[in-house]
């Protein structure tokens, strides 16, 4: 059993919009109970080969097994314990003043059990975070918000809601669709070739992934575009806006800039402006100790 990390927050990382709070690997998990609930958000996976723990939230009692997911909003009352053994988890902690919004574009809108599509991704990141908190340097706390953004990021393809597990061949039967656009999101993608990928017509294929996931499929490709759109803004200041667009997936510059604008409320421009000043006043501020 690895002990839990927690960060200790400085100025610098309260301005950041994502910041990891704290985690653990392999962690032997004893009964917990928050009746004002957790001050940040917290995802709290069984382990593989573990026996499944016992969950109570809003009043209903959850067994999570592995292969599944608590997400814990903040200030939720909630509790947890080992169901009639030693109970090994997983766990990560974050918070940040974006996090209610990309939360409800990543369909992650409520407290509640989750299944995993794939637990080894979500292992891995975890882990991550348990190294970048074991030294908390200035540099390793920017990658640790910069991992909780992926972490969310990824939630469109990890996470489903346990009472929609009904449905969940839908999803499944959507999953060409989502590989080809996860992959080729910079290239021209059409319904008709998302549709054919999984074997649908049009007008099903749309039915379906509007059902899935709450957004045309056109808009979450927008939106997975302008997410890889931001990265390459904050990241690269001498590449061009226009060549930002078409490294996106956008052919029309302008179109581009309205939808970046639709979804950010700042032209890309004023965004990049905006990642720069920060990333300037933060370089200007020595790191305090520890």
Same mark, same amino acid.
């Given at each position: 059993?690895?002990?839990?990390?927690?960060?200790?927050?400085?100025?610098?990382?309260?301005?950041?919009?994502?910041?990891?709070?704290?985690?653990?690997?392999?962690?032997?998990?004893?009964?917990?109970?928050?009746?004002?609930?957790?001050?940040?958000?917290?995802?709290?996976?069984?382990?593989?080969?573990?026996?499944?723990?016992?969950?109570?939230?809003?009043?209903?009692?959850?067994?999570?097994?592995?292969?599944?997911?608590?997400?814990?909003?903040?200030?939720?009352?909630?509790?947890?314990?080992?169901?009639?053994?030693?109970?090994?988890?997983?766990?990560?902690?974050?918070?940040?003043?974006?996090?209610?919004?990309?939360?409800?574009?990543?369909?992650?809108?409520?407290?509640?059990?989750?299944?995993? *599509?794939?637990?080894?991704?979500?292992?891995?990141?975890?882990?991550?975070?348990?190294?970048?908190?074991?030294?908390?340097?200035?540099?390793?706390?920017? *990658?640790? #918000?910069?991992?909780?953004?992926?972490?969310?990021?990824?939630?469109?393809?990890?996470?489903?809601?346990?009472?929609?597990? #009904?449905?969940?061949?839908?999803?499944?039967?959507?999953?060409?669709?989502?590989?080809?656009?996860?992959?080729?999101?910079?290239?021209?993608? *059409?319904?008709?070739?998302?549709?054919?990928?999984?074997?649908?017509?049009?007008?099903?294929?749309?039915?379906?992934?509007?059902?899935?996931?709450?957004?045309?499929?056109?808009?979450?490709?927008?939106?997975?575009?302008?997410?890889?759109?931001?990265?390459?803004?904050?990241?690269?200041?001498?590449?061009?806006?226009?060549?930002?667009?078409?490294?996106?997936?956008?052919?029309?510059?302008?179109?581009?800039?309205?939808?970046?604008?639709?979804?950010?409320?700042?032209?890309?421009?004023?965004?990049?402006?905006?990642?720069?000043?920060?990333?300037?006043?933060?370089?200007?501020?020595?790191?305090?100790?520890?």
């Amino acid at each position: 059993m690895e002990l839990p990390v927690f960060s200790e927050l400085n100025t610098i990382e309260r301005e950041l919009p994502f910041t990891l709070h704290g985690a653990a690997i392999s962690y032997i998990q004893n009964k917990v109970y928050r009746p004002f609930g957790f001050p940040v958000y917290q995802i709290i996976t069984t382990n593989v080969g573990s026996k499944p723990g016992k969950v109570e939230l809003r009043n209903i009692s959850y067994i999570l097994e592995e292969g599944q997911a608590l997400i814990l909003f903040p200030e939720e009352p909630h509790s947890y314990s080992p169901q009639d053994s030693e109970w090994n988890v997983d766990w990560i902690s974050f918070q940040g003043f974006q996090l209610a919004d990309l939360l409800w574009k990543m369909r992650i809108q409520e407290s509640g059990i989750y299944t995993v *599509s794939d637990p080894k991704i979500l292992h891995a990141r975890i882990l991550e975070a348990t190294r970048l908190l074991q030294n908390p340097t200035l540099k390793n706390k920017f *990658s640790g #918000s910069a991992l909780v953004y992926s972490l969310l990021l990824e939630g469109y393809f990890q996470f489903h809601l346990r009472q929609e597990e #009904s449905s969940l061949q839908e999803p499944a039967i959507l999953e060409p669709a989502l590989t080809m656009i996860k992959n080729e999101y910079h290239k021209t993608l *059409s319904l008709e070739d998302l549709s054919v990928a999984c074997g649908l017509s049009v007008q099903h294929f749309i039915r379906l992934f509007k059902t899935a996931f709450t957004l045309r499929p056109t808009e979450y490709i927008n939106l997975l575009r302008i997410e890889k759109s931001k990265e390459l803004l904050s990241r690269f200041s001498d590449i061009k806006i226009s060549d930002i667009s078409r490294l996106c997936g956008f052919n029309n510059e302008s179109y581009f800039c309205m939808v970046f604008k639709k979804y950010e409320h700042l032209t890309p421009r004023e965004y990049r402006m905006q990642a720069t000043d920060n990333s300037s006043a933060l370089g200007s501020k020595p790191e305090p100790k520890a």
